[in-house]
Every structure is written in C-alpha cells, then in structure tokens.
C-alpha cells in the first residue's frame, strides 16, 4: 500500500490542526474566567482537572500552549518543503509527548478525567501520524 | 558530433546520479534528525512519568487526591468551614490543626463514613474550627482555609491540605503550598482569597476559635463537639476514636 499524496496528508492536517485551535481555545477561554471547561457527558472531570495543579505550567493555562502548537502546525501544513516538513514533525511529536504525559497524569494523578483533554489529545495524535507520514515518506525530496 | 554528444550525455548522467546522491544523503541526514527528536522525546516523556510517579504527598506541590476529595464532597454544600445542609439540626463541632497528623488520619478514616452516614443524607453537618496546636505554620494554614471558605470550597482546602500534609516538624507552608492547596480545592478567586487569608481579621478568627476550644477545656487535636435538639446544649466528645462513636452522638443530639 502506498502513502498518501503529501497534498493530502497537508490538507487533513490542515483540517485537524485548525479543529485543535478551537478546541484548545475553549478549554483557555474557560479557565480565563476562574472557571473550567464543561464536561458534556457531566461527572465533573473536566471542573477536577481544571483545578488541579498540573492545568498549570509557569503560571500559564496549559491550553495556551496548545493554542501555539496547534498554530505552528497548521502553518507547516499550509507550507512547503523539508523546513515546514521537519517543524510539523517536530511540534506534533513535542504535543504528542506531552499529550501522553497528560493523559498519565489524568488516569494515575488526578485521578479524574477531562473530555475536551482526551479530544485534544486525539487530534494531536492525529497530527503527529499525519506528519510522521509526511516526513518519513517525503522530507529530502522536491516539494 | 557524435562524439562531444556523448561526452555531454555522459555528463548530465553523473551530474544528474551526484544529485540524486546528494538529495538521498540529505534524505538520509533528516530522518536521522527527526528519528533523534523521536527518541528524545520519548526519553523525557518517560522521565517525567518516573518523576512523577515517585512523588510523594509530603507536603509537595503537586497534590495528591484531588479527584479523591473532589469526589467525597460531591453534591454536599459547603459554607464557611460548614460541610452539610444549613438546615441540618445537629451540628458536629471539629476543632483541628492543619498541621495535625492525628487529624489527618481522622480526616481520612473516620470523618469521611460519617460524611456519608449523617452529612450527606441532611441529617447533620459539621463545621471545622481551627484549634492551633502544632506550631506557628498552623496559623496561616487555618486563615486559608477560613478564605477558601468565604469561596465556598473551605472543606475541599481542609480534606486537600490533609491529603497533603508534611511532616508534623517540618516547615512545608509557604505561600507557594497554599496557594496549589487552594487551586486544588477548586478556589474560583484566587486573588481573593490570598487578599482573606492574610486579613488581620482572619487570623484573628483562627485566634477567636483556639480559645474557643481552649474554654471548653480540650487539649488535643482532633476534638469534637455536638450540638442538637436532643443534646444539653454544646456536649463537648473529647477524641471519639470510631466513626460509630461519632455517629452515637449525633443520632443521640438528634
């Protein structure tokens, strides 16, 4: 089975990365005003979350962060070449990683968990497949 | 002619073969760059996981139980340092320390079946009083837990800060603990609440309550009281050592 076009693989990612900026908007937006994102399902994990000390980090909602990488990974999938390649591997392999680590902290840590945190960090493993394939089958060749 | 032609054709095939050969090796140099970064990252992912799971609950910041406390109080109305129904006719008067290992392990053990049994169905309520016996960290962590309180998350800081507690002898309070403290327990005005805690007035009620349990004559941490319709007015129960005890006496005061 062959890989996909890297014209595909840039527009879903397109796609998804700009999902995330909504997603991880909302999630910064809630905390902003002293509150936490709501749950849909309910069972207060999102509220346990939001208020736990990991939601934190230098004093910055994490979901700012989020916002970031989300951005910097759909500019590399709007752009071409081994540079936009290398970065969006790059950032989505950082949130990936970090992705994984948050959702250790939520099953083991906290103990509670949180919707829009387990959406996030689907699309970021989304986005770290897509530019995993990228790199892997295109970087060092023509644009 | 056919001579310089083939010369030329010779020419473009090795330049055409060096190209091909300089973009394989620079294929080549990227994925070795970016299989580095993979395994770098997974590296750190892993040594923050250890990390973290080698943190112990004495008195770090980053707290344990949360989802725990969170989950215990659930659904229960929490007002000042009062945990239950306003409307609830028996009140159990606990006046602890922080600071208190005794209190903790009554926090953990023996105040949650009685949150469950009496509390939770409307029956009775209790109210926390600061009882400062320890040292003088136990001042500051009463005051917070009194401004967590005016937010209406004053038990969720008492069952956190237990569940968080250090060493009795060490010095773990600062501003820092407190305020992971009051995150934890879900504070909604952070600022607020840092602004209450350090109010003279404050600390004067942590003082106001001390001597409170002082008059009634107990001398140790946890001590309770119960007051109901049923009881002699405010009967003082010392340090009951079961959670039935406790419930003895509130469905005697009932």
Same mark, same amino acid.
């Not at chain 2, 055409?16 to 992912?45: D, Y």
């Given at each position: 089975?062959?890989? =996909?076009?890297?014209?595909?693989?840039?527009?879903?990612?397109?796609?998804?990365?700009?999902f995330g900026?909504g997603v991880a908007?909302y999630i910064?937006?809630?905390?902003?005003?002293?509150?936490?994102p709501?749950?849909i399902?309910?069972?207060?994990?999102?509220?346990?979350?939001?208020?736990?000390?990991?939601?934190?980090?230098?004093?910055?909602?994490?979901?700012?962060?989020?916002?970031?990488?989300?951005?910097?990974?759909?500019?590399?999938?709007?752009?071409?070449?081994?540079?936009?390649?290398?970065?969006?591997?790059?950032?989505?392999?950082?949130?990936?990683?970090?992705s994984?680590?948050?959702?250790?902290?939520?099953?083991?840590?906290?103990?509670?968990?949180c919707q829009w945190c387990v959406a996030s960090a689907v699309l970021m493993?989304?986005?770290?497949?897509?530019?995993?394939?990228?790199?892997?089958?295109?970087?060092?060749? =023509?644009? | 002619?056919?001579?310089?032609?083939?010369?030329?054709?010779?020419?473009?095939?090795?330049?055409?073969?060096?190209?091909?050969?300089?973009?394989?090796?620079?294929?080549?140099?990227?994925?070795?760059?970016?299989?580095?970064?993979?395994?770098? !990252? !997974?590296?750190?992912?892993?040594?923050?996981?250890?990390?973290?799971?080698?943190?112990?609950?004495?008195?770090?910041?980053?707290?344990?139980?949360?989802?725990?406390? $969170?989950?215990?109080?659930?659904?229960?109305?929490?007002?000042?340092?009062?945990?239950?129904?306003?409307? $609830?006719?028996?009140?159990?008067?606990?006046?602890?320390?922080?600071?208190?290992?005794?209190?903790?392990?009554?926090?953990?053990? +023996? !105040?949650?079946?009685?949150? /469950?049994?009496?509390?939770?169905?409307?029956?009775?309520?209790?109210?926390?009083?600061?009882?400062? +016996?320890?040292?003088?960290?136990?001042?500051?962590?009463?005051?917070?837990?009194?401004?967590?309180?005016?937010?209406?998350?004053?038990?969720?800081?008492?069952?956190?800060?237990?569940?968080?507690?250090?060493?009795?002898?060490?010095?773990?309070?600062?501003?820092?603990?407190?305020?992971?403290?009051?995150?934890?327990?879900? !504070?909604? /005005? +952070?600022?607020?609440? /840092?602004?209450?805690?350090?109010?003279?007035?404050?600390?004067?009620?942590?003082?106001?309550?001390?001597?409170?349990?002082?008059?009634?004559?107990?001398?140790?941490?946890?001590?309770?009281?119960?007051?109901?319709?049923?009881?002699?007015?405010?009967?003082?129960?010392?340090?009951?050592?079961?959670?039935?005890?406790?419930?003895?006496?509130?469905? $005697?005061?009932?």
């Amino acid at each position: 089975m062959s890989a =996909p076009s890297e014209g595909t693989l840039r527009r879903v990612a397109t796609f998804v990365a700009a999902f995330g900026i909504g997603v991880a908007t909302y999630i910064a937006i809630a905390d902003s005003g002293g509150g936490s994102p709501v749950c849909i399902a309910g069972g207060g994990g999102c509220e346990t979350v939001a208020n736990s000390t990991y939601s934190h980090l230098l004093g910055v909602n994490i979901a700012v962060f989020g916002i970031g990488g989300y951005v910097l990974l759909l500019a590399a999938s709007l752009l071409r070449g081994d540079a936009a390649r290398m970065v969006g591997f790059g950032v989505a392999l950082v949130g990936f990683g970090y992705s994984v680590y948050l959702t250790y902290l939520e099953l083991f840590k906290i103990e509670a968990i949180c919707q829009w945190c387990v959406a996030s960090a689907v699309l970021m493993t989304t986005l770290f497949a897509l530019n995993a394939i990228r790199m892997v089958g295109y970087v060092g060749k =023509p644009a | 002619m056919s001579g310089k032609g083939s010369r030329e054709a010779r020419r473009e095939e090795r330049l055409r073969a060096e190209g091909e050969s300089e973009q394989g090796e620079r294929r080549k140099r990227l994925l070795q760059i970016g299989s580095a970064a993979a395994f770098l !990252v !997974v590296a750190v992912v892993l040594v923050l996981i250890v990390i973290s799971a080698n943190k112990t609950s004495g008195g770090d910041t980053n707290l344990e139980d949360v989802g725990l406390v $969170a989950k215990q109080l659930k659904g229960i109305p929490q007002n000042g340092l009062v945990l239950g129904e306003s409307s $609830a006719k028996v009140t159990l008067y606990e006046f602890g320390d922080l600071k208190c290992p005794v209190c903790k392990g009554f926090s953990e053990e +023996i !105040v949650p079946n009685v949150i /469950d049994s009496k509390v939770r169905d409307g029956e009775a309520k209790i109210e926390f009083k600061n009882f400062t +016996i320890i040292d003088e960290e136990s001042t500051p962590a009463g005051a917070a837990a009194i401004a967590a309180g005016a937010q209406g998350h004053g038990w969720s800081f008492i069952e956190l800060f237990y569940r968080n507690q250090g060493s009795e002898t060490a010095s773990y309070v600062t501003d820092e603990f407190l305020t992971e403290i009051a995150r934890g327990a879900g !504070v909604p /005005d +952070i600022a607020r609440w /840092d602004k209450d805690r350090k109010s003279p007035k404050t600390v004067a009620e942590v003082e106001s309550t001390t001597q409170e349990a002082e008059k009634l004559g107990f001398t140790g941490t946890p001590s309770f009281a119960v007051e109901g319709p049923g009881s002699n007015g405010l009967e003082t129960l010392g340090t009951p050592g079961s959670s039935g005890a406790l419930e003895e006496a509130i469905d $005697a005061a009932s």
